[in-house]
Every structure is written in structure tokens, then in C-alpha cells.
């Protein structure tokens, strides 16, 4: 098996020659992948805020890396991974948050009504999977929202392909579990 070439290797070598002092390529490679960097991380954190400052501190690490970055794999895979590296430690802020506010208040929120139709059913899938640890949750969102393969999920989160088949299964018999725990809250409704 051939692998393709790099489509744009072209314009990250030349972002590199310029940097840091000049940055006409480094901003060519910005328009080219913003809205894909931000559709992944609104993807894994659920918040256009959250997600905007994750896609500001990914563009930020590519301009201090790039010069070092070697051609071991497509640009792409490279840009995914710093986007997945950004949302993690979001995401690790935003639990010493909640676990913070969690110890100011131990008061346990009243369960959700069952969906009574596709943006219901989509309100709380979205809500199920928050309820996932991260690392499945992300695991789950690239294998079915993004449609990673699982090896490339594992290049991506530095695990064994096992590993990644394990955290999906794991996370589709989770979800499945909130989704009966929570439709079964509400006896008079059928499921």
C-alpha cells in the first residue's frame, strides 16, 4: 500500500522556512484547518467558548512547533492530535472546577424527562456522553461523529488499537446503561 502524499506538506514547508518572523504560510495553513480544529474540539468539549479558546491555544502551539515538526505523519494527523491534546487539558480544568463546586454543594439534580423526539433524543445522548469519562468520550465522538478508523484513533490518542476497541465498547454499554437508568425514572412514559 502506497501512502498519499501529504497535501500540504508544500505550504508547512514553507511556514516553516518563514517562521517565526514571517507568517503568510503559517496563516495559509490557519484558514485551511480552523473550522475542522474547531468542529473537533466543540465535538469533545461540548462548548462553542471552550472550544474557541481550545482552537486559539491549538494555533498557538503550531507556531511554536512547527519549525520542528518532521513529516512522520500527514500534517493533518499532527494538527488532530495537538487538537486532542488542547481539549484534554480543558477538559482537566474543567473537572477541578466541577469537582470544586461539587464540594460546595452536594445537592444531586433532578433526573431528565425522557425524549419525546429527535432533538430530545439528541439533547440527551449529548448529555449521556458528558456523563462518559473523557477519554472514552473522546474515543466514542471520533469513532462515530468523525468516523475514525480504530487504528487512527489510536495514532491519535497514543493507545493500543485494543485499547481504543475497548473504551468504545465500554462506552456504548455506559451509554447504554445512563440512557435505561434515565428513561426508567419516569415509569408512566414509554421507552
Known amino acids: 500500500m502506497t501512502e498519499k ?12 522556512g518563514e517562521l517565526p518572523y514571517g507568517t503568510t504560510a503559517y496563516e495559509e495553513l490557519v484558514k485551511r484547518h480552523s473550522s475542522r480544529v474547531f468542529r ?27 519549525p520542528r515538526y518532521r513529516f512522520d505523519a500527514p500534517f493533518s494527523h499532527w494538527l488532530s492530535t495537538i487538537t486532542l491534546n488542547s481539549c484534554r487539558m480543558i477538559l482537566r480544568r474543567r473537572a477541578s472546577e466541577q469537582r470544586r463546586r461539587d ?3 452536594r445537592e444531586a439534580p ?11 433524543l439528541r439533547r440527551l445522548l449529548t448529555e449521556l456522553l458528558d456523563d462518559l469519562d473523557p477519554g ?3 474515543a ?5 461523529v468523525e468516523g475514525y478508523t480504530y487504528v487512527e484513533i489510536a495514532e491519535q490518542m497514543d493507545l493500543s ?10 462506552g456504548s454499554k455506559q451509554l447504554r446503561a ?14
Open 5 to 16: 502524499p501529504d497535501p500540504d506538506r508544500e505550504i508547512v514547508e514553507k511556514a516553516q
Open 40 to 66: 473537533r474540539a466543540f465535538g469533545i468539549l461540548r462548548s462553542a467558548a471552550d472550544a474557541e479558546e481550545a482552537t486559539q491555544d491549538v494555533w498557538l502551539a503550531v507556531f511554536r512547533a512547527l
Open 103 to 105: 464540594a460546595a454543594s
Open 110 to 120: 433532578p433526573p431528565a424527562e425522557p425524549p419525546q423526539s429527535g432533538s430530545g
Open 136 to 138: 472514552t468520550r473522546v
Open 140 to 144: 466514542m465522538l471520533m469513532r462515530f
Open 161 to 170: 488499537e485494543s485499547a481504543v476497541k475497548m473504551r468504545v465498547s465500554r
Open 178 to 191: 445512563l440512557y435505561e437508568s434515565r428513561t426508567q425514572t419516569n415509569p408512566g412514559k414509554e421507552r
